[in-house]
T-cell receptor, first 118, second 110 residues
Framework: NAGVTQTPKFRVLKTGQSMTLLCAQDMNHEYMYWYRQDPGMGLRLIHYSVGEGTTAKGEVPDGYNVSRLKKQNFLLGLESAAPSQTSVYFC?????????????????FGSGTRLTVV | DAKTTQPTSMDCAEGRAANLPCNHSTISGNEYVYWYRQIHSQGPQYIIHGLKNNETNEMASLIITEDRKSSTLILPHATLRDTAVYYCIVKGANAGKSTFGDGTTLTVKP
């Protein structure tokens, strides 16, 4: 049981380049999330999905796009990378059941993707 | 989701209890309190959650005040490996997302 797997783990991009970050979970979770974390800061929500084929904007969605074509995968795209997008990106997943129920174990996070845009 | 307020940093002696406070004075009736921690640069890890009753698991205890406006996460016997950033989050029963603040940096000292 791998949990939440993020690829790649590290990446250096040049300004203007594009890339896609992949998040895969094997826990049959309905909800998936993309957060970014800048040095010394907390996590900020970029986009999230409450089910296959659905996506929604979080706190800082500009410059990013997402897709949830399969339940187990959540992709984060950067169309034209900028130095301000240098950050650590975390993916997370959770069940869709009512909060506090017996299946509620909070979010399961991946180990992160460290992205540097030069 | 209700906003939470946590101290920026705290120290604790190894072997002693670590008590991490969180204020959530605008919490509503169907919102739960969740705690996570992030060790160094790893992904955050779920610790515990509760609605109004005190909760305990193998990692920690969660004490929620009767008016639910604040809570305390207790690590009963802190070890050096408990040094981390601890996040307190309030989340509605049917909310699709959670907002993480800046958390409390707990440093456990020998």
């Amino acid at each position: 049981n791998a949990g939440v797997t993020q690829t790649p783990k590290f990446r250096v991009l040049k300004t203007g380049q594009s890339m896609t970050l992949l998040c895969a979970q094997d826990m049959n979770h309905e909800y998936m999330y993309w957060y970014r974390q800048d040095p010394g800061m907390g996590l900020r929500l970029i986009h999230y999905s409450v089910g296959e084929g659905t996506t929604a904007k979080g706190e800082v969605p500009d410059g990013y796009n997402v897709s949830r074509l399969k339940k187990q995968n959540f992709l984060l795209g950067l169309e034209s990378a900028a130095p301000s997008q240098t950050s650590v990106y975390f993916c997370a997943s959770s069940y869709s059941v009512r909060a506090g129920g017996p299946e509620d174990h909070g979010y399961t996070f991946g180990s992160g993707t460290r992205l540097t845009v030069v | 989701d209700a906003k939470t307020t946590q101290p920026t940093s705290m120290d604790c002696a190894e072997g002693r209890a670590a008590n991490l406070p969180c204020n959530h004075s605008t919490i509503s009736g169907n919102e739960y309190v969740y705690w996570y921690r992030q060790i160094h640069s790893q992904g955050p890890q779920y610790i515990i959650h509760g609605l109004k009753n005190n909760e305990t698991n193998e990692m920690a205890s969660l004490i929620i005040t009767e008016d639910r406006k604040s809570s305390t996460l207790i690590l009963p016997h802190a070890t050096l490996r408990d040094t981390a950033v601890y996040y307190c989050i309030v989340k509605g029963a049917n909310a699709g997302k959670s907002t993480f603040g800046d958390g409390t940096t707990l440093t456990v000292k020998p």
